[in-house]
Nanobody, 124 residues
Framework: QVQLVESGGGLVQAGGSLRLSCAAS????????MGWFRQAPGKEREFVAA????????QYEYSVKGRFTISRDNTKNTVYLQMNSLKSEDTAVYYC?????????????????WGQGTQVTVSS
């Protein structure tokens, strides 16, 4: 059974930092591209960042570029999202996702697995 378990969310002041983690089990982690998505109240889920299986490729949503960094450790079956200079508009539930293809993760369509999500709240 595949599981993606996010952690690291919480309440932080604007300008602060958080590091999200997503631990994967039940799949060959190094064969999957991974991504982070978020959904704010009343809004659709949106793409945040993606990383290829070999971490040679990354892509970011425009509003987080330069503030967020996605990385992965294939020895620990974990993907991370380092979030710096947080803003109130970053408040959302953050989800990690896995798919065999980098383009699938970026496009959100056809993703194989989703985590349960972790809440990030940024106070202004």
């Amino acid at each position: 059974q595949v599981q993606l378990v996010e952690s690291g969310g919480g309440l932080v002041q604007a300008g602060g930092s958080l590091r999200l983690s997503c631990a994967a089990s039940g799949l060959t982690f190094s064969a999957y591209a991974m991504g982070w998505f978020r959904q704010a109240p009343g809004k659709e889920r949106e793409f945040v960042a993606a990383i290829s299986w070999s971490d040679s490729r990354t892509q970011y949503e425009y509003s987080v570029k330069g503030r967020f960094t996605i990385s992965r450790d294939n020895t620990k079956n974990t993907v991370y999202l380092q979030m710096n200079s947080l803003k109130s508009e970053d408040t959302a539930v953050y989800y990690c996702a896995a798919a065999p293809n980098f383009g699938v993760v970026v496009g959100q369509y056809g993703i194989d697995y989703w985590g349960q999500g972790t809440q990030v709240t940024v106070s202004s």
